[in-house]
């Protein structure tokens, strides 16, 4: 881990409710109110690595599967039958408000006072409090602080209105307020050594704070985190892949997140990028930037939960599959997306909506590139660097690749870390943007994303940014190959974008997948590739010849490998039934078929 420099704080009173000057245990977190209410105790949060698991108490998100059970906090889950069109988000979803945030405010940092007026004004935010501590807009060294001074001048005063206001679920941190804390009891801890030994971590002040109360609060899980040259602890977040919205009763902990950059404007610009893209969404594509050198993975099983204790890191391969099963549930839902497969690190394009990609661990990491993205309003990032938010000031070292570059060029929220995050910290690609493009809000969409609390995170931008409220869940894609039953000869191969795909197909050729949900699905999606002539794709009900919901072209695409995904309507789809698709062309070996979906929208 780089080195840090530590800055010395001191409490102050607040401007938004009374506090306790006293300092909670130097040695943990502060619970606000000693755990979650009543409300809290059900939730089922789980999910398998699909994507296809079950809606807790809040009732079914439409990505597959059925209801969850009530009565326990799974993380792991379990998964579903198959799903067919899935369900809207907006039945469920509310819109976050501005009485469920907390503002907190450095009164000795001019740039912390100005970001917060300028967030109070734009989102009518009445809670508010002021902490005093060191500036960290003005140097690396009050970047860090020590636990004694984070536990008296920030999490003592924010526990403490916290515990008055409990509809609070998102506190908001400005630029000013330190972003790591040292001697913590969760956090990781380059080397295990006498200087650094077991438990003395550096977590996020943002993360720990998220994990305020997960000290005292029922079934949260404490872990120990090892691998990369580190050595920490963290709990496993029990918000992770949830599909319901979030809140302090159901979860426990807190959203936190942080309006920062290198510069004030920097911070600023992030909420009005979050309210212009409510008001207009925008049309860029989201770039998935696979460094193919480090494997493509199974994307059948990603993403992964975390249950246990970390030992060490996941092998590389398995965050490329995560970007390649996001692809796979951005093209089934028609949302635009770049998938890059190629050795070359991507740059340049401009607008983006979403970024995903290595960063400067690419093997073929391209500086200028990097610093040539730019982006929309409402874009989402995350990066798989260790240090992407070791610092917000500028200029820096030239160690890794920064998040605050991206917030100078457009972003609008993101993910970053403060330390060594392993690749279980990074948030996985496959949930953030599914939830996200589904009417939750940022925050919610990489809370959701990510396995760890109390941990290296920073979430960064406006925690009621919502450009996609009302939207419908994304559909989701079934395998091709993972068929029930099928004509001679068809088989399944390996596919180049990950996983396998299903080839052979002559004309007159079927597969069947048995019980599908067809949910009203309006439309039908594949994932197809042909170097022979191409064809058709029947999709019938019950049997080959039973009833015809919709016939799908399919192009020659010039190779057995180069996709592209097609779309068609359905008529008659409802209910739940065994689907056929049959295959029809001139010849033999006319196409394959990657994925197939059963989409709500036409």
């Given at each position: ?430 949930i953030a943007l599914s939830r996200y493009h589904a009417g939750f809000s940022a925050a919610e969409s990489l809370a959701a994303a990510s396995r760890f609390t109390g941990w290296e995170d920073v979430l960064i931008g406006d925690p009621l940014g919502t450009p996609y409220f009302g939207a419908a869940a994304l559909a989701k894609p079934l395998s091709a190959a993972k068929f029930d039953a099928s004509s001679p000869k068809v088989m399944a ?110």
């Amino acid at each position: 881990m780089l080195a840090a420099g530590v800055a010395a704080c001191s409490s102050k009173g607040t401007d938004g409710g009374a506090v306790s000057t006293s300092a909670g245990a130097a040695g943990a977190p502060v619970s606000a109110n000693g755990g979650a209410g009543a409300a809290g105790q059900p939730v089922s949060v789980g999910g398998s690595a699909s994507d296809s698991s079950a809606a807790g108490a809040g009732g079914t998100f439409g990505l597959g599967g059925a209801a969850g059970s009530a009565g326990t906090l799974n993380q792991a889950g379990s998964a579903g039958a198959n799903a067919g069109a899935g369900g809207t988000a907006s039945a469920q979803l509310p819109r976050r408000t501005a009485a469920e945030v907390l503002l907190v405010t450095n009164s000795k940092s001019p740039t912390s006072v100005a970001v917060a007026d300028d967030y109070a004004q734009k989102r009518s935010i009445m809670n508010r409090l002021s902490i005093q501590c060191a500036d960290s807009a003005l140097k690396t060294d009050n970047e860090t602080i020590e636990l004694a001074d984070y536990t008296s001048s920030i999490a003592t005063p924010i526990a403490t209105y916290l515990a008055a206001h409990p509809a609070i679920n998102f506190i908001v941190l400005t630029k000013g307020i330190p972003i790591r804390v040292n001697g913590a009891k969760t956090g990781c801890c380059q080397g295990n050594d006498a200087a650094h030994p077991t438990g003395a971590g550096q977590p996020s002040v943002d993360s720990y704070l998220a994990a305020m109360d997960y000290p005292t609060l029922a079934g949260a899980v404490k872990i120990g985190i090892t691998g990369s040259g580190t050595v920490g602890s963290g709990y496993l977040n029990r918000y992770w892949n949830a599909t319901v919205p979030f809140t302090h009763a159901q979860f426990g902990g807190y959203i936190v997140t942080r309006l920062d950059g290198y510069t004030e404007a920097d911070a600023k610009a992030l909420v009005t990028r979050a309210l212009a893209a409510e008001q207009a969404p925008g049309t860029g594509k989201i770039l998935l930037d696979v460094d193919g050198a480090r494997g493509l993975g199974d994307k059948a099983t990603e993403p992964a939960p975390v249950t246990k204790t970390v030992t060490e890191e996941w092998g590389w391969e398995t965050w490329n599959a995560d970007m390649l099963h996001a692809h796979d549930q951005l093209e089934a839902s028609g949302i635009a997306n770049t998938l890059d497969l190629t050795t070359k690190f991507q740059g340049g394009p401009a607008g983006l909506l979403g970024y995903f990609s290595w960063g400067s661990n690419d093997a073929n990491f391209d500086a200028q590139a990097y610093a040539a993205l730019t982006f929309a309003p409402g874009s989402l990032a995350d990066t798989a660097v260790s240090t992407s938010g070791r610092t917000f000031l500028s200029p820096h070292d030239n160690g890794q690749s920064l998040m605050a570059d991206l917030i100078a060029h457009g972003l609008t929220c993101g993910k970053a870390y403060v330390g060594e995050p392993l690749l279980q910290g990074i948030a996985s690609p496959t949930i953030a943007l599914s939830r996200y493009h589904a009417g939750f809000s940022a925050a919610e969409s990489l809370a959701a994303a990510s396995r760890f609390t109390g941990w290296e995170d920073v979430l960064i931008g406006d925690p009621l940014g919502t450009p996609y409220f009302g939207a419908a869940a994304l559909a989701k894609p079934l395998s091709a190959a993972k068929f029930d039953a099928s004509s001679p000869k068809v088989m399944a191969e390996d596919c180049a974008e990950g996983g396998q795909d299903l080839a052979f197909i002559d004309n007159g050729a079927y597969s069947a997948y048995k019980n599908l949900d067809l949910g009203g699905a309006q439309s039908f999606a594949a994932r197809v590739a042909s170097g022979g002539s191409g064809g058709k794709i029947e999709i019938h009900a019950d049997s080959q010849t039973g009833p015809l919901l919709g016939t799908c072209s399919v192009p020659v695409t010039g190779n057995y490998q180069t996709w592209a995904t097609q779309t068609c309507p359905l008529s008659g789809a409802s209910g739940t039934h065994d689907v056929y698709l049959v295959y029809t062309g001139s010849g033999a070996s006319l196409f394959n078929v990657q994925w197939f979906a059963l989409r709500a929208q036409p």
